[in-house]
Protein backbone atom coordinates (compact mmCIF):
# COMPACT_ATOMS: atom_id res chain seq x y z
CA UNK A 1 0.00 0.00 0.00
CA UNK A 2 1.71 3.52 -1.20
CA UNK A 3 1.40 5.98 1.63
CA UNK A 4 -1.51 8.90 0.84
CA UNK A 5 -0.84 12.37 1.32
CA UNK A 6 -2.89 12.29 4.50
CA UNK A 7 -4.06 9.76 6.94
CA UNK A 8 -7.41 9.87 8.11
CA UNK A 9 -7.65 10.00 11.97
CA UNK A 10 -10.77 7.80 11.93
CA UNK A 11 -7.48 5.55 12.00
CA UNK A 12 -6.36 6.51 15.25
CA UNK A 13 -7.77 3.47 18.00
CA UNK A 14 -9.44 4.38 21.11
CA UNK A 15 -5.98 3.19 22.98
CA UNK A 16 -4.23 5.89 20.45
CA UNK A 17 -2.31 3.16 18.21
CA UNK A 18 -2.12 4.49 14.66
CA UNK A 19 -4.05 1.22 13.05
CA UNK A 20 -3.30 2.78 9.53
CA UNK A 21 0.49 1.08 10.08
CA UNK A 22 -0.75 -2.08 11.74
CA UNK A 23 0.27 -4.60 9.83
CA UNK A 24 -3.20 -6.21 10.10
CA UNK A 25 -4.50 -3.18 8.03
CA UNK A 26 -1.60 -3.34 5.90
CA UNK A 27 -2.14 -7.13 4.60
CA UNK A 28 -2.47 -7.20 0.80
CA UNK A 29 -5.50 -9.57 1.40
CA UNK A 30 -8.47 -8.75 3.30
CA UNK A 31 -7.05 -5.59 5.69
CA UNK A 32 -8.62 -4.26 8.46
CA UNK A 33 -10.31 -1.22 8.06
CA UNK A 34 -9.19 0.32 12.03
CA UNK A 35 -10.76 0.04 15.00
CA UNK A 36 -13.33 2.10 14.47
CA UNK A 37 -13.54 0.83 10.83
CA UNK A 38 -16.22 -2.15 9.78
CA UNK A 39 -15.88 -5.44 11.61
CA UNK A 40 -15.33 -7.53 8.07
CA UNK A 41 -11.91 -8.54 8.29
CA UNK A 42 -11.02 -7.52 12.16
CA UNK A 43 -9.22 -10.19 14.41
CA UNK A 44 -11.50 -11.59 17.29
CA UNK A 45 -9.28 -9.48 19.61
CA UNK A 46 -10.15 -6.22 17.60
CA UNK A 47 -13.85 -7.04 17.79
CA UNK A 48 -13.68 -7.09 21.33
CA UNK A 49 -11.62 -4.90 22.74
CA UNK A 50 -11.79 -4.37 26.10
CA UNK A 51 -10.52 -1.14 26.02
CA UNK A 52 -12.96 -0.21 23.10
CA UNK A 53 -15.83 -1.45 25.24
CA UNK A 54 -14.19 0.95 27.89
CA UNK A 55 -14.58 3.91 26.17
CA UNK A 56 -17.92 3.03 24.17
CA UNK A 57 -18.92 2.61 28.16
CA UNK A 58 -17.77 6.14 28.77
CA UNK A 59 -19.26 7.93 25.85
CA UNK A 60 -16.05 9.38 24.53
CA UNK A 61 -13.93 8.50 21.55
CA UNK A 62 -10.37 8.13 22.82
CA UNK A 63 -8.84 6.75 26.39
CA UNK A 64 -7.05 10.38 26.72
CA UNK A 65 -10.62 11.84 27.30
CA UNK A 66 -10.99 10.18 30.22
CA UNK A 67 -10.73 11.20 34.10
CA UNK A 68 -8.99 7.77 34.73
CA UNK A 69 -6.16 8.20 32.18
CA UNK A 70 -3.72 6.49 31.80
CA UNK A 71 -5.57 3.26 33.41
CA UNK A 72 -4.17 -0.12 34.12
CA UNK A 73 -5.31 -1.24 30.71
CA UNK A 74 -3.38 1.94 29.34
CA UNK A 75 -0.64 1.40 31.00
CA UNK A 76 0.12 -2.04 29.98
CA UNK A 77 -0.21 -1.77 26.71
CA UNK A 78 1.54 1.38 26.40
CA UNK A 79 4.66 -0.63 28.36
CA UNK A 80 3.83 -3.20 25.82
CA UNK A 81 4.09 -1.16 23.14
CA UNK A 82 7.31 0.33 24.10
CA UNK A 83 9.01 -2.36 24.83
CA UNK A 84 8.14 -4.42 21.43
CA UNK A 85 8.24 -1.47 18.56
CA UNK A 86 9.41 1.89 20.38
CA UNK A 87 5.71 3.35 20.09
CA UNK A 88 4.98 5.35 23.61
CA UNK A 89 0.91 5.43 23.29
CA UNK A 90 1.08 7.64 26.54
CA UNK A 91 3.21 10.04 25.53
CA UNK A 92 1.47 10.47 22.10
CA UNK A 93 -1.48 11.18 23.86
CA UNK A 94 -0.08 14.28 25.62
CA UNK A 95 0.84 15.25 21.80
CA UNK A 96 -2.59 15.05 20.76
CA UNK A 97 -4.06 16.95 23.85
CA UNK A 98 -1.69 19.30 22.83
CA UNK A 99 -1.63 19.64 19.47
CA UNK A 100 -4.27 17.99 17.90
CA UNK A 101 -5.42 14.18 16.10
CA UNK A 102 -4.93 15.84 12.72
CA UNK A 103 -0.96 17.04 13.62
CA UNK A 104 -0.16 13.95 15.28
CA UNK A 105 -1.31 12.02 12.22
CA UNK A 106 0.78 14.18 10.29
CA UNK A 107 3.98 13.61 11.71
CA UNK A 108 2.58 9.40 11.92
CA UNK A 109 2.55 10.13 8.01
CA UNK A 110 5.91 11.06 8.13
CA UNK A 111 7.23 8.54 10.85
CA UNK A 112 5.94 5.86 8.37
CA UNK A 113 6.52 6.61 5.57
CA UNK A 114 9.39 3.92 3.32
CA UNK A 115 11.75 6.66 1.40
CA UNK A 116 12.52 3.99 -0.87
CA UNK A 117 9.44 3.16 -2.10
CA UNK A 118 6.63 5.38 -0.87
CA UNK A 119 4.75 2.47 0.85
CA UNK A 120 4.37 2.28 4.63
CA UNK A 121 5.96 1.03 7.33
CA UNK A 122 4.03 -1.36 9.85
CA UNK A 123 4.77 -0.03 13.33
CA UNK A 124 4.53 -3.61 14.12
CA UNK A 125 8.08 -4.95 12.25
CA UNK A 126 8.85 -1.32 11.13
CA UNK A 127 9.44 -2.76 7.79
CA UNK A 128 7.51 -1.12 4.42
CA UNK A 129 4.40 -3.17 3.30
CA UNK A 130 5.76 -2.90 -0.15
CA UNK A 131 9.26 -2.93 -0.49
CA UNK A 132 9.86 -4.56 2.95
CA UNK A 133 12.98 -2.73 3.44
CA UNK A 134 13.66 -1.31 6.93
Not at 45 to 58: A, E
Not at 65 to 74: A, G, R, T
Not at 101 to 126: A, L, P, S, V
Amino acid sequence: MIMPEQINELYLAPCGVNCFVCYVHLKKKKPCNGCYGDNENKPERYKNCRIKNCVISKSIKYCFECNDFPCVLINNLDKSYRKRYSVELIKSAGFIKENGIEKYMKNERNKWFCMDCGGIKTQHGNYCSECTSK
